[in-house]
């Protein structure tokens, strides 16, 4: 089945312990981006990536950073996570790099105490 | 100003009514509309999907594009109980600007569709 997964999908953790949260796609897809989803202010993305080993940063990429090591993956870290980056996240792939349908995965709910 | 305007809703409907979303949009760049549907606890999935101007329709959606007011519709007939969700309405300039393939959202329409 074509997909998007997420891991995990749900975390509560604290200020500054650094985690990351694993996007995989098995539709080969070039395109792979990380959003965030907040009430009233709608999805953000946060860094996208055209390729592997080119990545580049999105509208709210601060506290964040991303690697593009293999096509298939695309994991988000917050190396020093804080309360304002307790949001709901959500990781996509599409197959064309500038336009196309974008497949999103289930999400992963955030919390930081 | 959002660069992508939609009212949050909550909109409420009967059975087999025809529902009306819409947004507003100041980009001129943009020239790729989607409307994406999400279900509570899940990713967005994409409905519809269409470049420039004029009208789409699969089944009972219809996807209406006006660049020149700029502004996007979507109108579902005949809704169901399983169209209860949040639409969202989402853009993109085909990476004229640079970002790729970058959609810009907007806030989502919360619909409940009654018995």
């Known amino acids: 089945e074509a997909q998007v997964t997420q891991n995990p999908r749900y975390l509560i953790t604290v200020t500054g312990k650094k985690l990351t949260v694993t996007c995989s796609q098995n539709?080969?897809?070039?395109?792979m981006s990380w959003y965030r989803q907040d009430p009233g202010l709608g999805l953000r993305q946060i860094y996208y990536s055209m390729n592997v080993e080119v990545t580049d940063k999105g509208d709210v990429p601060e506290g964040y950073k991303v690697s593009r090591k293999e096509k298939r993956n695309f994991p988000l870290i917050l190396e020093s996570p804080s309360p304002n980056q307790t949001s709901l996240y959500f990781c996509a792939s599409s197959l064309g790099t500038v336009i196309g349908e974008q497949f999103f995965g289930p999400g992963t709910r955030l919390t930081v105490l | 100003q959002k660069e992508v305007e939609q009212d949050p809703g909550p909109l409420s409907v009967p059975e087999g009514a025809i529902v009306s979303l819409n947004c507003t949009y100041s980009n001129s760049a943009f020239q790729y509309f989607m409307w994406y549907r999400q279900y509570s606890r899940k990713g967005p999935e994409l409905l519809m999907y269409t470049y420039s101007s004029g009208n789409k329709e699969d089944g009972r959606f219809t996807a209406q594009v006006d660049k020149s007011s700029k502004y996007i519709s979507l109108f579902i007939r005949d809704s169901q109980p399983s169209d209860s969700a949040t639409y969202l309405c989402a853009m993109s300039d085909g990476g004229l600007t640079g970002g790729g393939n970058k959609l810009t959202f907007g806030t989502g329409t919360q619909l409940k569709v009654e018995l």
């Open positions: 539709m080969n897809h070039e395109y």
